[in-house]
């Protein structure tokens, strides 16, 4: 999906490395100059600042007033790594791949009956994720026995508690794309809940 930040007149706006096939442990905060420059740092270290003298000491210029001691310099290069592959690809190709991959998951899904599917059903507004519980199973167990069948998903209230108790389930099962996933993993994933049952 394409962001502009300055058309959303964001303040901040945050996004991590392993979302887009970067390392784990490294992203990126975009800060609007102006709250930047009204914001004292919470934390120190080399390079943030300017000048110090007995009394007091003077910030370094933006960004690096916010970006004390060494930075994590590998993770940094990998995400870097990561955004161009990605640009060679093409953003608006990347998109047009998910969306079909989550067109193909919604339409397969909604054909099991024992499949709740939660969200929008608009591939074009949803993005690379589908969440979904299979009825009288546990999100983790669903999760458990795909994993037997060689199928990675994630399981779990997903960092949105709040979320979750609004849905009224202990959480969700999410499958999520990338790039690199084929459609016949989609169907590979929808067969096994097919047979989900045979796997108890």
């Known amino acids: 999906?394409?962001?502009?930040?300055?058309r959303l007149g964001a303040d901040f706006?945050?996004?991590?490395?392993?979302?887009?096939l970067g390392p784990t442990g490294v992203g990126v905060l975009y800060g609007r100059r102006a709250v930047l420059e009204r914001l004292e740092p919470a934390w120190g270290g080399g390079e943030m600042i300017k000048e110090v003298w007995i009394d007091h000491a003077q910030w370094n210029d933006l960004p690096w007033r916010f970006e004390p001691g060494?930075?994590?310099?590998?993770?940094?290069?990998g995400l870097g790594a990561a955004v161009e592959y990605l640009s060679e690809v093409?953003?608006?190709?990347?998109?047009?791949?998910?969306?079909?991959?989550c067109r193909l998951t919604l339409e397969l899904l909604a054909k099991n009956?024992?499949?709740?599917?939660?969200?929008?059903r608009n591939p074009e507004i949803k993005g690379a994720v589908v969440a979904f519980n299979v009825r009288?199973?546990?999100?983790?167990?669903?999760?458990?026995l795909l994993d037997q069948e060689g199928i990675a998903v994630r399981a779990g209230h997903h960092c949105a508690m709040p979320l979750m108790r609004r849905l009224g389930v202990v959480g969700t099962v999410r499958a999520s794309f990338s790039v690199h996933t084929i459609p016949g993993e989609i169907e590979f994933l929808t067969k096994a809940l097919s047979n989900l049952n045979l796997m108890l």
């Open 13 to 20: 706006y945050a996004f991590s490395g392993h979302k887009m």
């Open 90 to 101: 093409g953003m608006e190709a990347v998109g047009a791949h998910e969306q079909a991959l």
């Open 70 to 77: 060494t930075p994590p310099i590998a993770p940094i290069v």
């Open 113 to 120: 009956d024992d499949v709740i599917i939660y969200g929008p």
């Open 136 to 144: 009288g199973l546990h999100p983790h167990d669903v999760a458990h």
């Open 1 to 6: 999906m394409p962001v502009n930040v300055q």
